[in-house]
């Protein structure tokens, strides 16, 4: 398999464009600073920029003035940016706020049948009881992960291999190894049953981050790894000449859309050289929709689980989202660190 083949110099230069226009976003403590920032830190993790961890720093410092807000499972993804300002800076207090929010998903979270995570957002408006959205994924069960390996807490990585094996589970298509968005656990059904892009990358690029966590000999190691390892088999056929995704991935006349992209095609480069061809196709086409000033173009808006198909194809992608900025600069930053091993 032919060597991913890009300009070092000229993908560093478009990370700290990105990274610009993320910074230049506003952001409150919730699920978009989580995943743009998560994405601003991986980006500080492989280029070695300082300058990343110190505006995010800033940011960081600012909203703690006013206290923690009212947590729930989307907005604990904040949590990754705190592991990391923590290590980062050695300073107990970001810390702190971590584990108050592990406390919060081990103690308080709502959850159903066997200790799945219940998708809550910051809103008295959306209550969506007994629902398991694959976005949980990352938000807090690749979160518990990270705290659990970061302290020996062997109930947060157990809670958090929980929420990956209970998604798979409830979310995973025995067919078609594609995830499903959601499941209504009191209708018991996949509600629109469609198999969405971003969800897909929720949970492909976070089963492959579990797998960098859990230890080879741990019997979840090969339930995690199958189930992404059929997952993206499935993934690469369904990519556009384009090297992009469909935001609903079955429907070749929905959109091409971009942060589930990024976040597909990290997962495809947890597999080596496997997968080379189709993450240069990727690269090609993430990088052409990144403008001059560093917006990721292409990004569908906030997406609940919709009523059809036709409800995600009409899910507007005109303006620049967070969760883009972050999942493209985590892709970014895995062609880079992986570009630099020995065996690629």
Known sequence: MPPLSYDENKLREVIDRVVDRTFAMDFNWDWPAGVAFHGVCEAYETTGNASYMERLKEWVDLEMEDG????????VSVGHSLISLYKYTDDEKYLEIAKQMAE??????????????????????????????????????????????????????????????????????????????????????????IFWARGNSWASYTMARALELVRVQHPSYMIVDCSLRDQLSALVRLQSEEGLWHTVLT??????????????AAGLLSRGKMYNRQVQKALDGILARISDNGTVTGVSAGTAVMDDAQGYKDVPYKRIQGWGQGLTLAFLAMVLRRGEQSDW
Do not use: C
């Not at 923690?68 to 907005?75: A, I």
């Not at 990270?146 to 025995?174: I, K, N, S, T």
């Not at 429907?251 to 597909?264: C, H, K, W």
């Open 251 to 264: 429907d070749p006349t929905s959109y091409l859309e971009t942060s589930g992209s990024a976040g597909i």
């Open 104 to 193: 919060y998903l081990t103690h308080e979270a709502p959850r159903f049948g066997d200790g799945i995570f219940q998708h809550t957002v910051n809103s008295v408006k959306d209550v969506f009881p007994e629902q398991a959205w694959v976005d949980t994924m990352m938000m807090a069960g690749y979160f518990l992960l990270r705290m659990g390996d970061l302290l020996g807490r062997e109930d947060y990585f157990a809670d958090g291999l929980r929420q990956y094996h209970g998604h798979e589970d409830l979310l995973q298509d025995e067919t078609t190894n594609l995830y499903y968005h959601g499941w209504d656990n009191v209708a018991k059904n996949h509600m629109s049953g």
């Open 68 to 75: 923690l807000p009212k947590l729930t499972v989307n907005g």
